[in-house]
């Protein structure tokens, strides 16, 4: 184990989906600190370059790089993935912090104009990412794909159908790649694993500042759910694989 705690991701190579936002700033901090080679993608190349620049500056001597990734493009990710296996002889992980959110004051309100969005952000992102990466992080022997998902998707409210839905889709493919990986282990069980993180919302430091008298009362911070992602790696992937790991308490 390094300094760090996370002996399990010095040397791993680890491609980041959806890294330009305050969390992926975090996870591509916090891994390059644990010493892994971290791959980010982001459809906003400004935000990217930032983040990017952002975990070097932090870490010196980490390798950190950013790929312009549209992930509504299955060639497109499947081309990532494939390039960052070729150019650093493996891939050990698939992190997707790729959000969004659209909600209304109630049921009735909901517009299918949110659920068209949504769609594309929260599920057919986890299905592009998953179906590029699974081969790859099967051929590694610490693969790990890991979801991050919100509590709403256990129990939705009125308001908030549309990205429940979509959360609820995305949990439900993540949780067939963690199935197909314990089909792969066979009776030595899964070399890889697919796990799902639940938040019940996020918070960073410039939202406290926006809101100084705000509780964020069962929010996650994105530095915990940083420090969340990297430990998927230092537990075995039997254990892991297809679990539901709440950084909230459930509803």
Do not use: C
């Not at 990205?163 to 963690?178: C, P, Q």
């Not at 993180?197 to 069962?218: T, Y």
Request: zero cysteines.
């Amino acid at each position: 184990m390094n300094g760090n705690g996370n002996g399990a991701l010095e040397g791993a190579v680890v491609a980041v989906a959806g890294a330009a936002g305050p969390a992926g700033r975090a996870t591509l901090l916090r891994l390059a600190e644990a010493g892994a080679t971290v791959v980010a993608s982001d459809a906003d190349a400004e935000r990217l370059a930032q983040a990017v620049d952002a975990a070097r500056y932090a870490h010196g001597g980490a390798t950190v790089i950013g790929d312009t990734v549209d992930l509504l493009d299955l060639n497109a990710a499947k081309a990532w993935a494939d390039k960052t296996e070729k150019e650093f002889g493996r891939v050990d992980g698939l992190v997707h912090l790729v959000g969004g959110w659209r909600g209304s004051a109630g049921f009735t309100e909901s517009d299918p104009a949110d659920w068209a969005l949504l769609e594309k952000l929260l599920i057919r992102t986890v299905q592009h990412t998953s179906l590029a990466f699974h081969d790859g992080l099967l051929r590694s022997d610490r693969g790990r794909y890991v979801l991050i998902s919100a509590a709403g998707a256990t129990k939705p409210t009125a308001g908030n159908a549309a990205y429940a839905a979509a959360k609820a889709a995305a949990e439900a493919w993540t949780l067939a790649v963690a199935d197909s990986f314990r089909k792969a282990g066979g009776d030595q069980g899964p070399a890889a694993a697919a796990a799902i993180l639940v938040v019940k919302a996020l918070v960073h430091d410039a939202m406290r500042a926006e809101r100084p008298n705000a509780k964020f009362a069962g929010f996650t911070d994105v530095t915990e759910l940083a420090e969340a992602i990297a430990g998927v790696w230092d537990r075995p992937a039997e254990e892991l694989n297809g679990q539901r790991l709440w950084l909230t308490p459930k509803p």
